[in-house]
């Protein structure tokens, strides 16, 4: 059962433009959300966190939009540089009981070409 | 952000011996410490939770005599894969959190079982 999904395995963006990376969540309990950047034989990198309060995060290039009504989150990269190819995963967790315990997608693999 | 770290970072060792594997917290704290396994092109799957002073929990699926955890003090968690064997090679990646919503992962420890 895939609480956390992220139906697209890959995506491909032209350097200096928007990146886009969608997920979906089923379990309504959920009420936190991250993103993590992740690169090759390393762990992931915390990049940006949304409580269920918010519809909107942002943080630098870096925003994530969520939209409970439909279970789903964004993380919107503007603008997208080539450094930003990596791995991403979205993470969610039910808040203060939990204890940190993550539900991760299957990750969607960015690719920014110059 | 928060800083964990791992050691070894990689390991080869022969079918049947033991590993240990360490996850600090430099500059925090943690109570909760979490122990993820990555597979190829796979996500990250928790494989069991790290309690200072009491007992791990795992994940179903996960053998907990197989997969030791030790969490002696608030800022060290320990797995030891006993008698490991080939199918144990993986990449495995523990996280903490001062809050404990947002974890923060450590840069992974490859490990070769050969």
């Known amino acids: 059962d895939q609480q956390v999904k992220q139906n697209s395995p890959s995506l491909s963006v032209q350097e200096g433009r928007i990146s886009i990376l969608n997920c979906d969540y089923t379990?309504?309990?959920?009420?936190?959300f991250l993103w993590y950047k992740k690169y090759p034989a390393e762990g992931p990198t915390f990049l940006i966190s949304i409580s269920s309060i918010k519809d909107k995060n942002e943080d630098g290039r870096f925003t994530v939009f969520l939209n409970k009504s439909a279970k789903h989150l964004s993380l919107h990269i503007v603008p997208s540089q080539p450094g930003d190819s990596a791995v991403y995963f979205c993470a969610a967790t039910v808040y203060g009981t939990s204890y940190g315990k993550l539900t991760f997608g299957q990750g969607t693999i960015l690719t920014v070409h110059p | 952000g928060a800083v964990v770290s791992q050691h070894p970072s990689r390991v080869i060792c022969k079918s049947g011996t033991s590993v240990k594997i360490e996850c600090r917290s430099l500059?925090?704290?943690?109570?909760?410490m979490f122990w993820y396994r990555q597979f190829p092109k796979q996500s990250l799957m928790l494989m069991a939770t790290?309690?200072?002073?009491?007992?791990?929990?795992?994940e179903q699926g996960v053998e907990k005599d197989k997969f030791l955890i030790n969490h002696a003090s608030l800022t060290l968690s320990t797995l030891t894969v006993t008698s490991a064997h080939p199918e144990d090679s993986s990449f495995y990646i523990c996280?903490?959190?001062?809050?404990?919503?947002?974890?923060?992962f450590g840069p992974g420890t490859r490990l070769l079982v050969l």
């Open positions: 500059d925090f704290q943690a109570t909760t």
């Open positions: 996280s903490a959190g001062p809050i404990q919503e947002t974890q923060y």
């Open positions: 379990n309504s309990m959920f009420d936190y």
């Open positions: 790290s309690n200072e002073g009491s007992k791990a929990t795992y």
